[in-house]
Structures are given as C-alpha cells and as structure tokens.
C-alpha cells in the first residue's frame, strides 16, 4: 500500500471534514500518499483528484461540509460510468479509495469492490438509516439543529396557543424525527415506519387543547405518508378538528449545515482513522461504522440495501411521554 484516495460522496454531513482530515493525517503517518478526490465519485470520473498534505487538512476539523465537495452521479450508476472511475484509479496508480458517506454512496462503493477495486467505507449521514452503523458521522448535530428549532418554535407556540408541525429530514427513515420528538417533548410524531393518519393526530391535537395545553409541537418526518404539506393541506379543509392554531416550518437543508458537535468531530475522527487502518491490516470491500460504542467493521455486502429498523419501544415511549 503506497498510494490512496479519498472522497465524499451523497448529502454532506457535519464532520465529514474530520473524517477527511484523520484518513490524511492516518495515511500519512504510515508514509501513505493520500489523494483527495473533488464531487464524489463524478470527480473520480473526471479525474479530478489532488494530492493532500497533512497542512492541506489543517483547520477543517470544525468546519462544515465537505472540502472536497459532493455530489449525487447519474453517470456512476452506469457501468460503464463505474469503469471509467477504475481506470483512472489504476491510472493515478491509486492502491484503494475510502468513500466517506450514506446508503447511495456504500452502493457505489460496493460496485467498486465488486468490480476487484480495494474500497473501505466510512459511515457517514445525517439520516441515521446505513446498516452497520449505531450511528452515523452528522445525526448528532443534525439532531441538536432540530432540537434548537423546535424549542424556539414552542415558545413562540406557547405565547399564542398554536399547535407547530415541525419537518424534519431522515429520507426514508424516520430516526431524526423520532429523536427529535423525543428530546424536544413532541406532543405527536410522525414517521414513515408507524404510519398516523390525520384523522388521528387532529383527535389528538384536539385532546391536548382540551386539556389545556398552552402549544402543541408536531414532529413529521419528510419520509412520513403524510409530511408537513399534505397535513398541512388536510388542516386547511379540517381546520376545526385541531383545536389549536396551526403553523408549519419544514427545517430542510438547514439540519445539515454549520459546524459539526464535539459528537461529531470525536466520531468523525474515530472513522476516518479507522477506515485507513483498516487498509493497512488489509481489509476491502468493508464499512467502517460505530457499533456499540466501538469502532467496527463491517462487509459492505452486508450493509447495502438493508433498512435500518426503528425501536417501536422507542416509538412507544414517546406517544406515553406525549401526555
Ligand atoms: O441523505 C441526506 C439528505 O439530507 C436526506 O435527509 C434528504 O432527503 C436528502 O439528503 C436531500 O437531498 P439533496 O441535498 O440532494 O436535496
């Protein structure tokens, strides 16, 4: 092993530049060449990739985003997309790539190694929904900006009797949702993997006023069967059935931008370590993740296309909490 890149890949997540930054500085300290690749793996496409030095990753550690830049590749998901990216690894005389993202990004990885490709991956999206992973690098943060959000919303909720449907990101997997709602003392949430119907979130919403509650604060996923627009539709025609004056806020993009937490830096870090020496021990074709507490890999054949379950006692939990 002399030689390896690195890259981003899919929706950016706080911390991605730690990772970025302990796969350099790892790889180096093993006398490694390490190349940063630019937008995921269209730059590896295009061959657009640049040798890093351990200075050239100083100060990203705090910072937000990716500085190698990202982006989702129609092309990549072709085959003969996915040669070119190999042609000019070999080319570039690349010996292995680490593909620092979610679900879409260990796919592509995956392809990679099945192609004879040498690929890690590391564990990284705000969505919380990649096998072999308790957790992934920028939920965490991600989780706090929604957290924030939703207690200033219920101040405000508060000072006018409103009821606030807050939409929370998550794609398919309604982990943040679920977190959020649990640590912002949500009154309902809504996920793609419990559906609730509107009829009975009203009835529900329309309790709490009774009972005198001064806000009511509604957690959607994006993913939900119902998200923040078409509730937000049902209540314009069933505006009776709530009680409560209603309001929307969909958080959107907003949850994956800033500085990553102390979380997020520490794991970050832990990963992107992880992914190189699990290079030098000679691993391939795995995903570096968190898994009780530990830092752990996993074969990415194992990882793509599983769907992460939510805990229904988690779930639970919080429709008792709700009261
Ligand atoms: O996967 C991260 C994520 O932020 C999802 O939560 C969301 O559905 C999606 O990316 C948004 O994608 P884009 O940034 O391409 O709009």
Redesign the pocket.
Known sequence: MRRIAVLTS??D?PGMNAAIRAVVRTGIGRDWEVFGVRNGFAGLIGGDMTPLSARDVGGILQRGGTVLGSA?SPEFETVPGREKAVRNLNASRIDALVVIG??GSQTGAHCLSQMGFPVVGVAS???NDLAGSDITIGVDTALNIALEAIDRLKTTASSHQRAFIVEV???HCGY?ALMAAIAGGAEAVLLPEFGVEPEALAKELHEAYLRGKPHALVVVA??AKYNAERLAAYFRTHKEQCGFDLRVTTLG?V??GGAPGAFDRILATRLGNGATEALARGERGVLVGYVKSEVATTPLAEVVGKQKPLDPALVQMAGVLAR
Do not use: C, K, S, V
């Open positions: 899919g929706g997540a989702r979610g679900n999206t705000i969505d990101m998550g794609r943040l994006e993913g993009h949850q994956r």
